[in-house]
């Protein structure tokens, strides 16, 4: 038997690495195994072709928490941002383009080209999102009251909840029951008028979703987009130096600063249980390595169906673990580029156009069209694309006068009625790119690389069950106290000495640190450790 740990981490991502550096910080001794050759999970910057450094998966910042910044020292060890600025450029089919800006002025003028009413509601609008944020933020690096409750401390828990929501006013209440339960089209409609303006803001409640515009509870992923900053100004998001990869060396490094052990290119066969605990795992090569605890950053399909054996499990939270649903709709393209994009709405480059995330996606019907391309097992015919260059901030990321664009498109369903996506790969990026080209007619001239991740390369490639970046859905009855499962929503399991760490757990999803962060509070106050 190897040397005995206090604690195995699981899988690398950013999650798991920040769980291991608080670990650390308290003295713990902490091992963290990542099954690839390189730490981030889908937090990674890889060199896809000679000279260009993508990030592969995750392409921006905002959700990662200030405190865990702050905490783990993050900017000593090299992470930085740049704002965007514009934050969105959405062109539009009738030749009339839309930016959003980081000064309010210049984006109520941009609203006012399509509505005065607008204008005038769009500042009452962000107030509204920022005090219903500050109340939801407040629960990001906090664990989840039981529920079922049982016990008087538990019900104590639920108080204290209750007494956060006071805070806010009676409409302000009356906000935050709508924003958990409709869908971002009936939230923005409340709101404003301009199909413009409401499909620019929609796409932040869908991006990530199995859902549309439409679909009940994307509002709150509307929101969760929201909650985020850059350099302590809500709402911005930004662009990491040297790609996303810097966000996990970072954390990486503070967690070796600490005594943390990392080992890559070790693969976890199995979670060993003896004597109805955890106590280690079993590596592909057939190494056992022993610790007091265990914590998991991977998906709880892949934690509780694969590594552990099904008879250590009670049948009915395995038989909730498979309803947990974690199918994803989100695919990726990243391209090489021997110039900038030329749109046809707004000709030259480079142009404040190239500094945004720029939208194909000209109105709430096309996106919900899309959508139901998906639900019924199609590759959308028109899908909501969001294109980002990272070397308009940061040039060494590529070869001088070369450009990276990455492409996030919504929806692109892992389960397919027909074919597959080794089959399906090719035809459909090149039917992205004739999408792109009615926007920006140069676009084919230009790409001189491209990289496409369909749902089945991002479970393949970064572990993602069904291809979901989020670990499981965020809808309702998969977030805060049901997440994954209810009465298991605390990073413990039912196994004593395992614990959740990962997107699969409370607060879900994006590059944010929460559920690290809160998994090792939860070990450390552990009494069974």
């Known amino acids: 038997m190897s040397a005995r740990y206090d604690v195995i981490i699981v899988g690398g991502g950013h999650n798991g690495l920040v769980a291991s550096a608080y670990l650390a910080r308290a003295g713990r001794r902490v091992l963290v195994l990542e099954r690839r050759e390189l730490v981030g999970g889908c937090s990674v910057t890889e060199e896809v072709w000679p000279g260009f450094k993508v990030s592969t998966a995750a392409y921006l910042t905002s959700l990662l928490q200030e405190r865990i910044v702050r905490e783990l020292e993050l900017e000593r060890f090299g992470y930085r941002v740049d704002a965007k600025d514009p934050a969105f450029f959405s062109p539009y089919p009738d030749g009339r383009y839309f930016f959003m800006w980081q000064d309010r002025s210049k984006t109520l003028a941009e609203i006012a080209k399509f509505s005065r009413r607008d204008a005038e509601a769009y500042p009452r609008y962000e107030e509204h999102l920022e005090r219903l944020s500050v109340v939801v933020e407040s629960l990001l690096l906090t664990t989840p009251p039981e529920f079922p409750p049982r016990g008087p401390g538990d019900f104590l828990e639920y108080l204290k909840l209750a007494a956060r929501m006071a805070k806010l006013s009676r409409g302000d209440l009356v906000g935050l029951v709508k924003i958990f339960t409709q869908s971002a089209a009936d939230f923005l409609d409340d709101w404003f008028e301009s199909p413009e303006i409401k499909v620019t803001l929609a796409t932040d409640g869908v991006i990530g979703a199995n859902g549309g515009p439409r679909s009940p509870g994307t509002a709150y992923i509307l929101l969760h987009h929201c909650m985020g900053s850059v350099g302590g100004k809500r709402g911005l998001w930004g662009f990491v130096r040297g790609g996303m990869g810097a966000v996990s060396e970072a954390i990486a490094a503070s967690a070796r600063s600490k005594g943390v052990e990392i080992r890559v290119g070790a693969p976890v066969a199995r979670i060993l249980v003896r ?216 990073y413990r399991t039912p196994v004593p000495g395992l614990f959740l760490c990962g997107s699969g757990a409370h607060p879900g999803g994006g590059v944010m640190g929460a559920p690290g962060y809160n998994a090792a509070r939860a070990i450390l106050k552990s009494t069974a450790y």
């Open 275 to 490: 004597q109805g605990r955890a106590c280690g795992v079993v590596l592909e090569s057939g190494e056992e390595i022993e610790s007091r605890a265990v914590a998991s950053n991977l998906d709880p399909k892949v934690t509780f169906l694969r590594l552990l054996e099904e008879q250590t499990l009670a049948p009915e939270f395995v038989a909730a673990i498979r309803r947990y649903r974690i199918e994803g709709t989100s695919l990726k393209i990243n391209l090489a580029l021997s110039g900038l994009p030329e749109f046809g709405v707004l000709p030259g480059v480079p142009g404040p156009q190239h500094g945004a995330t720029m939208h194909i996606c000209p109105s709430i019907d096309y996106v919900e069209r899309a959508w139901d391309d998906a639900k019924y097992g199609r590759p959308s015919r028109r899908p909501l694309i969001e294109m980002t260059i990272p070397t308009v901030y940061d040039p060494s990321l590529a070869p001088p006068g070369r450009h990276i664009m990455g492409i996030f498109l919504q929806y692109a369903p892992y389960t397919l009625k027909e074919g597959t996506w080794d089959d399906l790969r090719e035809p459909f990026t090149e039917q992205v790119l004739d999408l792109i080209a009615e926007y920006c007619p140069n676009i084919r001239q230009i790409v001189i690389g491209r990289q496409t991740l369909t749902p089945l390369d991002l479970e393949r490639r970064f572990g993602l069950t069904g291809g979901n970046i989020f670990h499981g859905e965020m809808s309702l009855d998969q977030m805060f106290v049901l997440r994954p499962v209810a009465g298991w929503a605390r």
